[in-house]
Nanobody
Framework: QLQLVESGGGLVQPGGSLRLSCAASGFTLDYYAIGWFRQAPGKEREGVSCIRGGGGSTNYANSVKDRFTISRDSAKNTVYLQMNSLKPDDTAFYFC?????????????????WGQGTQVTVSS
């Protein structure tokens, strides 16, 4: 059974950092494009970052560029999202998703497999 499990969310003060993890089971993440998405109450789901399948190319939403970093650990079959300089606007439920393709996309539509998500709250 293909499964994605996110972890690492929580409450952090503005300017702080969190690292989200997306652990896969039932398939090898290396062959999949992986995206991180977020959804705040009353808002549409938006793409945050993605990493290309079979390679290291990445893409970021303008709102998180230079603050967030996506990476892949093949040995652990896990993708990470390092989030620095967090702002209250980053507060949302964060999801990771996978698609059996090399193309990295910030549009949620092409993704096939989704995790359950993890809450990130940035507040003082």
């Amino acid at each position: 059974q293909l499964q994605l499990v996110e972890s690492g969310g929580g409450l952090v003060q503005p300017g702080g950092s969190l690292r989200l993890s997306c652990a896969a089971s039932g398939f090898t993440l290396d062959y999949y494009a992986i995206g991180w998405f977020r959804q705040a109450p009353g808002k549409e789901r938006e793409g945050v970052s993605c990493i290309r399948g079979g390679g290291g190319s990445t893409n970021y939403a303008n709102s998180v560029k230079d603050r967030f970093t996506i990476s892949r650990d093949s040995a652990k079959n896990t993708v990470y999202l390092q989030m620095n300089s967090l702002k209250p606007d980053d507060t949302a439920f964060y999801f990771c998703a996978a698609r059996r393709d090399t193309i990295c996309a910030l549009n949620p539509s092409p993704y096939t497999y989704w995790g359950q998500g993890t809450q990130v709250t940035v507040s003082s």
